[in-house]
């Protein structure tokens, strides 16, 4: 990980030809822009492209460049790739052209499924040659049903396939961490006993999208999530950074596998043009700045807390993460996942 090998201090921004975002929890929390996130990324914009990922199938890449351009992010809606648009590059390859597809989402999702040359139904009695599910706030138990009925017969009987933009358990939003579509799939997943094809974070196929749609050579990617984003990027083979201003916090941080470990801990978007400190590791120890964590057995052990919540919070995460073994393995204390960050 680059996390444990830097020489110099250089910002997470040096050297990136395409920046990547996520957009709820990242850019914004509900309606509104999370603090920072907007003059950080117009900032960021200067020397590079801006672009955006979205797992959120509710709504159209059109809407969610108005969005973003309402909030003071100029953007078009070719810089937004959403899920819905992932999930069309792989029902394309299953079923022929013009066939009929039974939607459950909302209009993010139906615009892409007419775009590639579908037709939507909301329907099982149309017999529809596949099942495309996302996330829409709209979306309840008749629509769940219609997928369970037509999703019945097993893909290895002969059944249609079934594609999920997405599994994301949960959305922050302005009033809270509310159910993502991972819980709607899991609903139908559990009246069938069928699994869904993922096309959204953290499978790659979004990813490549993105990369190939803007010529990226050295992307950065942002996310709030280790178990999509992060983990995504990492499956892409792209550098990624996770801001503490969406769902996971500094335990989640603390207790991140192997796969799911970003590149770079950010407290919120004003850190992607400071300088990344050094991360030394020494003696069953790691130091950031003025922060030292050692790990000495089961014990977690803060040796300096530093002058910053997220220094120490760097060198704990290095010092648990450089060990190789679970966090249940550890007693952390708790002054190491106290959680001072910005949420919703």
């Known amino acids: 990980m680059a996390l444990f090998g830097r020489r110099r201090e250089s910002a997470p921004?040096?050297?990136?030809?395409?920046?990547?975002a996520d957009l709820d929890g990242v850019v914004y929390?509900?309606?509104?822009p999370l603090p920072y996130a907007?003059?950080?990324?117009?900032?960021?914009r200067t020397g590079r492209t801006l672009a955006y990922i979205t797992n959120n199938a509710s709504r159209t890449d059109a809407s969610v460049a108005t969005h973003l351009s309402e909030l003071g992010l100029a953007t078009a809606p070719d810089e937004v790739v959403t899920s819905p648009q992932a999930a069309m590059r792989l029902l394309v390859?299953?079923?022929?052209p013009g066939a009929t597809v039974l939607v459950v989402g909302g209009d993010g999702l139906v615009s892409e499924v007419a775009k590639a040359g579908f037709v939507v139904t909301r329907s099982a009695d149309d017999l529809p040659a596949a099942v495309v599910q996302g996330f829409a706030p709209e979306v309840g138990w008749l629509q769940l049903a219609e997928a369970a009925y037509a999703l019945k017969v097993p893909e290895k009987e002969g059944g249609i396939p079934w594609i999920a933009t997405n599994t994301d358990w949960t959305i922050p939003q302005a009033r809270g961490i509310a159910p993502g579509n991972g819980t709607l799939v899991s609903a139908v997943h559990t009246a069938i006993g069928r699994l869904a094809t993922v096309a959204g974070k953290p499978e790659v196929p979004i990813f490549e999208e993105a990369v190939a749609r803007f010529g990226?050579?050295?992307?950065?990617?942002?996310?709030?999530r280790l178990d999509t984003d992060i983990l995504g990027a990492n499956r892409a083979g792209i550098p990624s950074a996770l801001v503490l201003t969406g769902i996971d916090r500094p335990k989640h941080v603390l207790a991140a596998p192997p796969g799911s470990q970003p590149t770079f801990i950010?407290?919120?978007?004003?850190?992607?043009?400071e300088p990344y400190p050094e991360v030394r590791l020494h003696d069953a120890a790691a130091s950031v700045r003025g922060a030292t964590v050692r790990i000495d057995g089961p014990d977690v052990q803060i040796i300096a807390t530093g002058d910053r919540p997220i220094d120490l919070l760097r060198a704990g995460a290095a010092a648990i993460w450089s060990t190789g073994r679970a966090i249940f393995g550890f007693r952390v204390p708790a002054e190491?996942?106290?959680?001072?960050?910005?949420?919703?």
């Open 13 to 20: 921004l040096d050297g990136v030809d395409v920046l990547l």
């Open 29 to 32: 929390a509900g309606a509104g």
């Open 38 to 44: 907007v003059e950080s990324l117009n900032q960021a």
């Open 93 to 96: 390859e299953k079923i022929p």
């Open 216 to 224: 990226a050579r050295h992307p950065l990617f942002l996310g709030d």
């Open 266 to 273: 950010l407290g919120d978007l004003r850190e992607l043009h």
């Open 336 to 344: 190491l996942y106290a959680d001072p960050f910005h949420r919703p």
